[in-house]
């Protein structure tokens, strides 16, 4: 049965999207996907359109540390641990994102790296200062912009975060089409994919498409194993070992 | 040939790995050591994270000891009861030090200790080898005697209580030291995934005494012991085992490690030595490198319990 979805006035502009591949199982010989994204744009009166394509994927807090020189040593500063920022994070769109809306809009949305919502609460605590009730201070004081900076920039590095300020292309008038590389690295889980239309720098409509990447097969059984029964997993591994080795003594001896 | 590794959660080539198992499986053989220390840094080379390398190579390690020590039970060459009160230590360790890093990690201050261990172990042990071996080298080549061992045992291993008959080792002496030899080679096994051939041997043949011949033997059966313990507790504790890697590992390094046990016996003890001594202290020196090269970015992601 074919849902019925009230579909917006003909004359107001909406934009539609589908994921060429809704699922990415992973398999021993996986290396990372490329996931099209196909879309439309409706507006009977043509007016100037931008597409922003997000898609974030699930959100584990990170630790990190910071290296200081110590008698000539590197040393860990104690690790800071960071909530809110997504396994994987991706910004694709027709113009770079600072052209298409201004900084406020960005910022509620959450569209574009820094707009993302990292924060340190475990360093964060609440003062009275200058007679101002409950500020909040970061124990990370002015560095704080520093750590901050650091996640994204390493999450870049490893591939997880990505802004394309072009990734998004109009291949025919009102149909865009954009890309959706995973790295090896791509954490596994329930990613949100929003594909938004912005036009005269105002968003005019949202849609959100679900992408999931999940282990199969002999990865999957593995890994649960690993984590549901890991005592059991050890004792396995340990069993493997012990009989491979033996097993090997034994040819050679007659070999 | 890539194959995804479902724990690291990377993917690394196949072929390589199983070579590299090979290689270190050799030299294991080859020198009567479980070859921990090896694999661990080309692992980490290789975009293996830390925790899963040191935890998966544990239990290559035990692989490639087991097929060494049934060859040297065949010739008697095992002494059970003094690896059995090693291994009580061992155990011991091993506990100590899983929670030891767990709680490094959650520090962030497990990648400091682990090179600081390798560049102290590795760099004390090389170094005393390298010193000994090139000596014996210098006065063969020069035709001089070997020198005479002191064979005096420590008067202290008489002293303390609880004294014990070893027969094979031909020892009469407490199961204090020995236990407690067993309890740091546990701490080493659990921190830098290595079995801790290299601190034991010498351990057993310098300070406890032990008859020559039985020493390899003994210290393989502890650290399979001890490895195996390291493999069930960082996988209970930690979940960083991961077994396609693992078994990639050890399928390489259980046949490299029965060929090097027969090339063995055609090079000289002193040189094997000398050489041995030469690739722990690189290996040494390269890991505590790293602490004093300035870091490409000053922050960094701090592994640990998510």
Same mark, same amino acid.
Do not use: C
């Given at each position: =049965?074919?849902?019925?979805?009230?579909?917006?006035?003909?004359?107001?502009?909406?934009?539609?999207?589908?994921?060429?591949?809704?699922?990415?199982?992973?398999?021993?010989?996986?290396?990372?996907?490329?996931?099209?994204?196909?879309?439309?744009?409706?507006?009977?009166?043509?007016?100037?359109s931008?597409?922003?394509?997000?898609?974030?994927?699930p959100?584990?807090?990170?630790?990190?540390?910071? !290296?200081?020189?110590?008698?000539?040593?590197?040393?860990?500063?104690?690790?800071?641990?960071?909530?809110?920022?997504?396994?994987?994070? =991706?910004?694709?769109?027709?113009?770079?994102?600072?052209d298409?809306?201004?900084?406020?809009?960005?910022?509620?949305?959450?569209?574009?790296?820094?707009?993302? !919502?990292?924060?340190?609460?475990?360093?964060?605590?609440v003062?009275?200062?200058?007679?101002? !009730?409950?500020?909040?201070?970061?124990?990370?004081?002015?560095?704080?912009?520093?750590?901050?900076?650091?996640?994204?920039?390493? !999450?870049?590095?490893?591939?997880?975060?990505?802004?394309?300020?072009?990734?998004?292309?109009?291949?025919?008038?009102?149909?865009?089409?954009?890309?959706?590389?995973?790295?090896t690295?791509?954490?596994?889980?329930r990613?949100?994919?929003?594909?938004?239309?912005?036009?005269?720098?105002?968003?005019?409509? =949202?849609?959100?498409?679900?992408?999931t990447?999940?282990k199969?097969?002999?990865?999957?059984?593995?890994?649960?194993?690993?984590?549901?029964?890991?005592?059991?997993?050890?004792?396995?591994?340990?069993?493997?070992?012990?009989?491979?080795?033996?097993?090997?003594?034994?040819?050679?001896?007659?070999? | 040939?890539?194959?995804?590794?479902?724990?690291?959660?990377?993917?690394?080539?196949?072929?390589?790995?199983?070579?590299?198992?090979?290689?270190?499986?050799?030299?294991?053989?080859?020198?009567?050591?479980?070859?921990?220390?090896?694999?661990?840094?080309?692992?980490v080379?290789?975009?293996?994270?830390?925790?899963?390398?040191?935890?998966?190579?544990?239990?290559?390690?035990?692989?490639?000891?087991?097929?060494?020590?049934?060859?040297?039970?065949?010739?008697?060459?095992?002494d059970?009861?003094?690896?059995a009160?090693?291994?009580?230590?061992?155990?011991?360790?091993?506990?100590?030090?899983?929670?030891?890093?767990?709680?490094?990690?959650?520090?962030?201050?497990?990648?400091?200790?682990?090179?600081?261990?390798?560049?102290?172990?590795?760099?004390?042990?090389?170094?005393?080898?390298?010193?000994?071996?090139?000596?014996?080298?210098?006065?063969?080549?020069?035709?001089?005697?070997?020198?005479?061992?002191?064979?005096?045992?420590?008067?202290?291993?008489?002293?303390?209580?609880?004294?014990?008959?070893?027969p094979?080792?031909?020892?009469?002496?407490?199961?204090?030291?020995?236990?407690?030899?067993g309890?740091?080679?546990?701490?080493?096994?659990?921190?830098?995934?290595?079995?801790?051939?290299?601190?034991?041997?010498?351990?057993?043949?310098?300070?406890?005494?032990?008859?020559?011949?039985?020493?390899?033997?003994?210290?393989?059966?502890?650290?399979?012991?001890?490895?195996?313990?390291?493999?069930?507790?960082?996988?209970?504790?930690?979940?960083?085992?991961?077994?396609?890697?693992?078994?990639?590992?050890?399928?390489?390094?259980?046949?490299?490690?029965?060929?090097?046990?027969?090339?063995?016996?055609?090079?000289?003890?002193?040189?094997?030595r000398?050489?041995?001594?030469?690739?722990?202290?690189?290996?040494g020196?390269?890991m505590?490198?790293?602490?004093?090269?300035?870091?490409?970015?000053?922050?960094?992601?701090?592994?640990?319990?998510?």
């Amino acid at each position: =049965m074919i849902p019925v979805v009230p579909l917006p006035p003909a004359e107001e502009p909406h934009i539609s999207a589908a994921l060429t591949a809704g699922d990415v199982k992973v398999t021993s010989s996986f290396r990372g996907a490329a996931i099209v994204l196909y879309g439309g744009v409706f507006d009977p009166q043509r007016r100037p359109s931008d597409v922003v394509v997000v898609v974030r994927g699930p959100e584990r807090p990170v630790r990190l540390v910071r !290296k200081t020189r110590v008698a000539g040593v590197w040393l860990n500063s104690r690790p800071v641990v960071f909530e809110g920022a997504p396994g994987f994070y =991706m910004a694709a769109s027709t113009r770079p994102l600072s052209d298409i809306a201004d900084f406020g809009t960005l910022r509620r949305l959450g569209l574009g790296v820094d707009h993302l !919502k990292i924060e340190a609460p475990e360093e964060a605590r609440v003062e009275t200062r200058f007679g101002v !009730k409950d500020v909040v201070v970061s124990r990370l004081g002015g560095d704080y912009l520093d750590w901050r900076r650091a996640v994204i920039r390493l !999450k870049e590095r490893a591939r997880l975060y990505d802004t394309d300020p072009h990734g998004v292309r109009f291949v025919d008038p009102g149909l865009f089409r954009a890309e959706v590389r995973l790295p090896t690295e791509a954490p596994i889980g329930r990613y949100e994919t929003e594909v938004w239309l912005f036009q005269d720098g105002e968003p005019v409509s =949202m849609r959100t498409r679900t992408l999931t990447v999940e282990k199969v097969g002999i990865e999957r059984w593995i890994f649960n194993f690993a984590h549901r029964a890991g005592w059991l997993y050890g004792f396995a591994a340990v069993a493997i070992a012990l009989a491979t080795g033996w097993v090997a003594s034994s040819l050679f001896r007659r070999g | 040939m890539d194959i995804y590794l479902p724990i690291a959660e990377v993917s690394v080539n196949a072929p390589l790995l199983v070579a590299l198992g090979a290689v270190v499986g050799f030299i294991s053989g080859l020198f009567g050591i479980g070859g921990g220390f090896l694999m661990g840094p080309v692992l980490v080379f290789m975009g293996v994270p830390p925790a899963v390398a040191v935890a998966s190579q544990a239990n290559h390690v035990v692989a490639s000891s087991a097929s060494s020590v049934v060859s040297y039970s065949r010739q008697k060459a095992v002494d059970y009861r003094m690896g059995a009160v090693m291994a009580a230590g061992g155990a011991l360790g091993a506990y100590v030090g899983v929670e030891l890093f767990r709680w490094l990690r959650l520090m962030g201050q497990a990648d400091l200790v682990v090179a600081l261990s390798y560049l102290i172990f590795l760099g004390v042990v090389g170094g005393l080898m390298l010193t000994e071996s090139l000596g014996t080298i210098i006065r063969r080549r020069r035709g001089e005697p070997p020198k005479r061992q002191a064979n005096r045992r420590p008067m202290w291993l008489y002293a303390l209580p609880w004294r014990m008959r070893f027969p094979r080792s031909r020892l009469y002496v407490s199961v204090i030291p020995p236990a407690l030899l067993g309890v740091g080679v546990g701490v080493l096994s659990a921190i830098m995934g290595v079995g801790g051939g290299f601190v034991l041997v010498p351990a057993m043949v310098y300070l406890l005494r032990m008859r020559a011949r039985v020493v390899v033997g003994t210290s393989l059966l502890q650290i399979i012991i001890t490895t195996a313990i390291t493999t069930v507790l960082q996988a209970g504790r930690n979940q960083t085992v991961d077994i396609v890697l693992s078994g990639l590992l050890l399928f390489g390094g259980v046949v490299g490690a029965q060929l090097g046990a027969r090339v063995s016996g055609k090079f000289r003890a002193d040189e094997l030595r000398a050489v041995l001594a030469l690739i722990v202290l690189l290996v040494g020196v390269q890991m505590g490198l790293t602490l004093f090269v300035p870091p490409a970015d000053p922050f960094a992601f701090a592994p640990g319990p998510k």
